[in-house]
């Protein structure tokens, strides 16, 4: 056993019996897991079939995306990533296996996250033009991908419903229309730039197109940051959903995507459903949705170990029984929080103690530190072996040996262990070998290559038919 990887096999000796008591609902066996497993199987499969998807709560929506990357993909492409409160306009210059890239970050403020859809879409097209502007490329017809990271029906590779708003949005007048138009409208209405949107995506989506350019083992792609999801490579024959005329039923395969953060709305995971969770949920902007999410994702992570915080301190546990305003405050326990607390080495608490003093706690005793430590390591473990669970789900789906998973988001690529808790996890609760493998510019490379293969396709289609 390599000595960086004590936190694997981490027993807590030195955290008292009714700390880990009120912990205990955290902490999942690989039985609870494979419970976890079985039941997401059963609606992936609920998702895919053409009786059941209306009905099922892990959609499994079809991408339409039939062709991963080659290699022989060349020009200019742009690519659009709206999933946040920032978004990314990238151009990506491709030229057989270099690529050359550009990108830019535009801020989303809260009042058009929560405005009308015509002023959020006329912002990314203003933002856009600007972008498209400074590179002197306004006279040039530029593929876009987009990828919108949100559930999206999705009727062909350029028509995508908004099913819902997740992650603090609410535009008015989005909801079951087709984003794709609503943003070729405000391209449009300014008419100052030549941008033809080949492809919508989801990020997930976007991140196993990004890896499976470098890697062509690559068939599943996850979100764990602000949100989390997956999608993979289903056959084609399994995806009885898919709308027909819009794919290739000669093709044999199928991205999906998953939009597992919805799973458990049904309570199929009621069984490892903890008070905090529920108190998370009654209090979030979309109570009884995105259940798996929120067990999982950054967004809830850092308010999660909070709330078990404030429990210890109410009981008299940690830090005399005292606590501070601000750690009485939803919110302020930051998920960042819980990585660099995580990443001061055993037995050593400075990231910790700065933390604590940010939240108003001086003075705190080694032991409350190692207390504090030990909340944030249970919480985290916990998301990381509940992706864990799905990925090894997907994996059974696939069914091959040499998989690589292509990983993007805040909590995978920050927290010190994440990875490390992944990996071994998934080896336990299935036996096929596997790779992760983390994503570089991940969903934004990915849509400008979705956007590169759809614009290859249409130019052979178009070629073959003259």
Known sequence: ???????LFEKWENIEQPIKEICKDLVLSNAQLKMVMKNLTHEINRGLGKETHDDAIVKCFTTYVQDLPNGTEKGNFLALDLGGTNFRVLLITLDGENFDMKSKIYAI?????????TQLFD????????FVKELKLEKEVL????????????????????VRWTKGFNCSGVVNEDVVALLEAAIAKRNDVRIDVCAILNDTTGTLMSCAWKNHGCKIGLI???GSNACYVEKTKNVECAVPGNFSPAKPHMLINTEWGAFGENGTLDFIITEFDKAIDENSIN?????FEKMISGMYMG???RLVLEKLVDAGLLFNGRCSTDLRKKGKFFTKYVSEIEADPKGKYTNCREILSELGISNAADQDCENVRYV????SRRAAHLASAGIACLLNKIGEDNVTVGIDGSVYRFHPHFHDLMTEKISQLQSYKFDLMLSEDGSGRGAALVAAVAAQKRHEASSSGS
Not at 143 to 162: D, H, I, R, V
Not at 287 to 291: E, H, K, L, Y
Not at 376 to 379: A, G, L, P
């Open 1 to 7: 056993m390599a000595q960086e990887k004590w936190y």
């Open 109 to 117: 403020p809260q009042s058009l996250m929560l405005g009308s859809g």
């Open 123 to 130: 912002h990314i097209a203003q933002c856009l033009a600007l």
């Open 143 to 162: 593929p876009l991908g987009f990828t919108f990271s949100f559930p999206l029906t999705q009727y062909g590779l350029t028509k995508g419903m908004l």
């Open 224 to 226: 764990v940051g602000t």
């Open 287 to 291: 109570p009884g949705t995105q259940i």
């Open 303 to 305: 308010e999660l170990a």
């Open 376 to 379: 944030c390591s249970v919480v």
